[in-house]
């Protein structure tokens, strides 16, 4: 059954808003050409940026306390991928799938891979799952995985690790990434440093099997489901751990991981520095870890975690070579809404940065001036940079209006017809 958007239709979309479009475009350039910016190169660069979709983030998400199920939900990784090239059709740049295992494990990789590429879709990484037990499991994760008292639930745990990466191999996924749940509830229950030694000891397993071209990203998690303490806390932590594993493995930055005022932009410049920023999960928080959809809260935090990482593209940090990915739980919206906004707002703060005036913003630190520091970022933070991202969308073939493409599409109404709820979909929250 093919539920694909009617290239007719974004064309016919795209009509309505095309002058409007160039006009605002137009005076933008000009703007822009008074700071000596070329609206062309940043236009490009917009339509260069990829940022992955995690399979999960197209379920609608719950919390602990319940999940509303969304009409239309896709029951299986082939609808998943379904909605993700709507995703794609529409936004342009976001080609790249995260699956999770064992939730999306195929039957059958080669049709997978298949079904995939006939969409223009490619599979960027894969990430284990042993914070929870599956159907068919033989020991449980309840007090931990990877860093389990037992060692035979450490090995289980590892294996699985390794299946993942057998089947990344095949589907040809760039990076690995491993999350675990393992910690404590409270003080006591664990001890604090042979947990870590033994998460530590799996990781080294699960290194030796990785893949030549393969990396290792592991992600740190203040608290949750561990209310006390978690094995992998912090990015002091992760980064030590990653140094220990070796060259092929990183630290991977989840922006609903740290404590509420934390300066994750300047973590994302320690990694830089010390060459362990791996990978990036987008999203966006009040209190913790609230998966909400990407720069709906904290637009300017995003912006200057990309002015972080801009800076390194810029100068050409060795090794500097970051995966991006949204990882976002939808409870209230339709998942499909927030995935295409937030990708289109991970390009913003993008282009944003990269209207910093690095010369004076150089100049105004050497000269100890706080006041055109600040400025030479909220000149850029406040640029509205919204006709550059419109402009690389419909460039690259997707719509000048996502949002009301797809929903003057009828999509979300023909996939609830043809897909009937079911108890087994996986949405996750990591
Ligand atoms: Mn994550």
Redesign the pocket.
Same mark, same amino acid.
């Given at each position: 059954m093919a539920f694909e958007l009617d290239s007719e239709h974004i064309a016919d979309e795209n009509h309505k808003g095309i002058e409007a479009l160039q006009e605002d475009y137009e005076h933008l350039g000009r703007q822009l050409a008074r700071r000596s910016i070329d609206i062309e190169k940043l236009t490009v660069r917009a339509m260069a940026f990829r940022v992955a979709i995690p399979s999960w983030g197209v379920g609608t998400g719950g919390t602990r306390f319940a999940r509303f199920p969304g009409p239309g939900e896709p029951r299986n990784i082939f609808e998943k991928l379904e909605d993700c090239e709507v995703v794609f059709t529409l936004v342009r740049s976001t080609p790249g799938i995260s699956l999770h295992l064992p939730w999306d494990r195929p039957d059958s990789v080669a049709e997978l891979c298949r079904f995939a590429e006939r969409r223009g879709l490619s599979f960027d990484s894969t990430n284990s799952n042993t914070f929870q037990d599956q159907p068919d499991q033989k020991l449980s994760y309840k007090f931990g995985s990877l860093a389990h008292t037992d060692a035979a639930v450490r090995r289980q745990a590892i294996e699985h690790n390794v299946e993942c990466l057998e089947i990344g191999a095949k589907l040809g996924v760039r990076a690995h990434?491993v999350?675990i749940g393992d910690g404590s509830n409270f003080p006591g229950q664990i001890h604090l440093r042979e947990s870590l030694s033994r998460y530590l000891d799996s990781l080294r397993a699960i290194y030796r099997e990785l893949p030549g071209d393969c990396r290792l990203f592991i992600?740190h998690k203040l608290y949750e489901p561990a209310f006390y303490a978690t094995v992998l806390e912090s990015w002091g932590t992760s980064y030590y751990c990653a140094s220990e594993l070796g060259d092929r493995a990183f630290s991977?930055v989840?922006l609903? $991981?740290h404590a509420p005022c934390t300066n994750i932009e300047q973590i994302v410049a320690r990694l830089i520095q010390f060459g362990k920023l791996g990978g990036f $999960?987008f999203?966006d928080s009040m209190y913790g870890d609230d998966d909400l959809d990407a720069g709906s809260i904290k637009p300017f935090q995003l912006f200057l975690v990309f002015n972080e990482l801009v800076d390194a593209e810029l100068e050409g940090v060795p090794g500097f070579d970051p995966a991006y990915m949204l990882?976002q739980s939808h409870n209230v919206t339709d998942p499909i809404e927030s995935l295409m906004t937030s990708a289109i707002e991970v390009v913003r703060a993008y282009i944003q940065a990269h209207l910093v005036d690095r010369a004076r913003l150089a100049d105004a630190r050497a000269a100890n001036d706080p006041v055109i520091a600040l400025n030479s970022l909220k000149d850029a933070f406040n640029t509205d940079v919204r006709p550059i991202l419109a402009m690389a969308r419909h460039r690259s073939g997707g719509a000048i209006d996502p949002v009301a493409v797809y929903r003057s599409s009828g999509y979300r109404q023909r996939v609830a017809r043809a897909r009937p709820a079911s108890a087994r979909l996986g949405a996750g929250i990591?």
């Open positions: 990434t999350w992600e991977l989840d609903g $991981h $999960h999203n990882d990591i």
